[in-house]
């Protein structure tokens, strides 16, 4: 096939189109005039559109990418999840709803799906144009079912159809408010209302019973708060594969991953493939069910989950209503109010950084005493505790100490005061929760460098070793709790 580098050498007058195209998309005001110029150098062009999604996902800002979620999947990716496991499938209705240049349509054609029953939507007319002229090219079908349209507007209108849904929705993609509860409450989203759970819920509305949903999702839906409410309609359908694909995507940090399910109930047995780092093992689906709120943590092996059932089988308890919690200063401006050396009327700061769990570093940021110009200050109490456990916000590692003096915290770092009638003492609590079993636990159900109240609040404390022992070691805790460390870093349950 001729490539586009081909056709812009033999085709007078078309690099200039692209170039002018490129410009406006840049700054995507005149968005009108630029996507013409798209669009009639996909229609009239007379040279393979393959490449053409690339140089057009290119030419455009990476702004205007983010606002709109475009990001078109790489084709390794698109053949890996929608897999040549796939039935008799000429008779069955696919859709992507957000088709982007079609490439999982391309695919779906090229596993047997006849073009007549192959549905897509785009908000981007140039995506749509791109999707039926490929598709034309692959089949000399000219399709009229490739959709300028809303789905998220459209789904509720739609009647339910497909067999098969499988695509890559826009992530985070910026929704008025107005509209993100709107979609949220018409699909049932609960608070799982960025656009990508929304695109979740809008395809299970419209796919048929039995049917196959296949997507490409950023990470923070099998791992985040936000995101429960859609894992836990995930979980009540047949989950079939969950696959962690890295970071596919350039000027992206978010890991993507998949989920591949079927709209029926699943069984008490049901086997979940779970494909992470190359290697493939199946987990017991309603093992993620009984995660805090529902976490898919589909990289931990079935061997690493017995340890965690393990862990969370011996009594404890956790710091749910059990701590009160504060931010640490948000200044609103900190490179006008921070200073970095002392002086009349400044007090020192400390940053997360500064936080290890031995001690706090030396200072080296000072603020204003008079805090009334801040941002959003915690009530002055809990930094002024008699004792309080500091944190870092962001970090690879749990990273918690005991301040007995009264210091001030950034918001890169956070707080925590247990209450009075808790059982640990906070240099009991800091050690445990910097111990290594804790760091092992937390990042292998919460897979995340960000430190989170909500995720802390579910890590089981186990406060009967701190009746047996008045000081925290690793070694007796994992006796304690019957639980060895392997080389390699992992942990066994002792048989
Ligand atoms: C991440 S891209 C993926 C495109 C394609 N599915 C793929 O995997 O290559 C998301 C696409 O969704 C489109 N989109 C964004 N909001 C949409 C909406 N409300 N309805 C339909 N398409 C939408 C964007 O224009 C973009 O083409």
Redesign the pocket.
């Known amino acids: 096939m001729e490539s586009i580098h081909a056709f812009e050498k033999n085709h007078a007058g078309t690099e200039k189109l692209i170039q002018r195209a490129n410009k406006s998309l840049k700054n995507r005001h005149d968005h009108e005039s630029t996507t013409d110029d798209y669009l009639n150098l996909i229609r009239n062009s007379e040279v393979s559109c393959q490449k053409l999604g690339e140089v057009y996902q290119k030419s455009l800002s990476e702004a205007y990418r983010n606002k ?6 790489p084709e390794s990716i ?1 053949s890996s999840l929608l897999d040549g496991s796939v039935e008799e499938v000429s008779e069955k209705k696919f859709c ?6 079609g ?2 349509i391309l695919r779906a054609i090229e596993l047997g799906f006849r073009p007549e029953n192959i549905v897509g ?4 007319p140039v ?1 749509v144009e791109l999707t039926k002229r490929r598709m034309f090219e692959k089949t000399g079908y000219k399709s009229k079912s490739i959709y300028h ?5 459209a789904a509720s209108e739609l009647p339910v159809g497909f067999d098969y849904i499988f ?5 985070g ?1 910026k929704l008025s408010k107005m509209k993100k509860n709107l979609y949220a409450s018409i699909y049932g989203a609960g608070k799982s209302n960025d ?1 990508s759970s929304l695109f979740f819920f809008a395809c299970l509305k419209t796919l048929n019973p039995n049917g196959k949903l296949g997507l ?1 999702l950023p990470e923070s839906f099998f791992n985040i708060s936000t995101f429960e409410d859609a894992r836990i309609v995930a979980l009540n359908c047949e989950i079939e594969r969950l696959v962690d694909y890295k970071k596919p995507f350039v000027g992206l940090l978010t890991r993507a991953q998949a989920i591949v399910l079927r709209l029926r109930r699943p069984n008490h047995e049901r086997q979940t493939l779970c494909e992470v780092n190359g290697t493939r093992f199946v987990r017991k689906q309603n093992r993620f069910s009984d995660n805090p709120k529902s976490i898919i943590n589909l990289f931990c092996t079935p061997s690493d989950t017995v340890v965690l059932d393990h862990i969370f089988g011996k009594p404890h308890l956790t710091l749910s209503g059990r701590a009160k919690w504060g931010l640490g200063i948000v200044t609103g401006n900190n490179k006008k109010i921070v200073r970095s050396f002392p002086g009349d009327g400044y007090i020192p700061v400390y940053k997360g950084a500064d936080i290890d769990t031995k001690g706090l570093k030396e200072p080296t940021s000072f603020i204003p005493e008079d805090f009334s110009g801040f941002q959003q200050v915690a009530p002055i109490e809990l930094f002024q505790a008699q004792e309080k456990l500091v944190y870092r916000f962001i970090s690879s590692r749990l990273r918690f100490y005991t301040d007995a003096n009264q210091r001030f915290f950034l918001n890169s770092a956070n707080m925590m005061i247990p209450d009075t009638d808790f059982p640990l003492s906070c240099a009991q609590l800091a050690d445990l929760l910097n111990g290594d079993l804790m760091n092992w636990l937390f990042i292998h159900i919460y897979n995340t460098h960000k430190i989170l109240r909500g995720d802390l609040e579910t890590l089981p404390i186990h406060a009967d070793y701190f009746e047996k022992y008045h000081e925290f070691e690793e070694d007796t805790y994992l006796d304690h709790l019957g639980i060895r460390k392997e080389s390699n870093g992992t942990y066994r349950v002792k048989t």
């Open positions: 709109e979620g475009i990001y078109y999947t698109v992507d709803p957000c088709c982007g240049s490439n999982f939507f785009d908000v981007d995506a349209i809303d789905f998220l507007e695509t890559n929705p826009p992530w993609k656009s490409l």
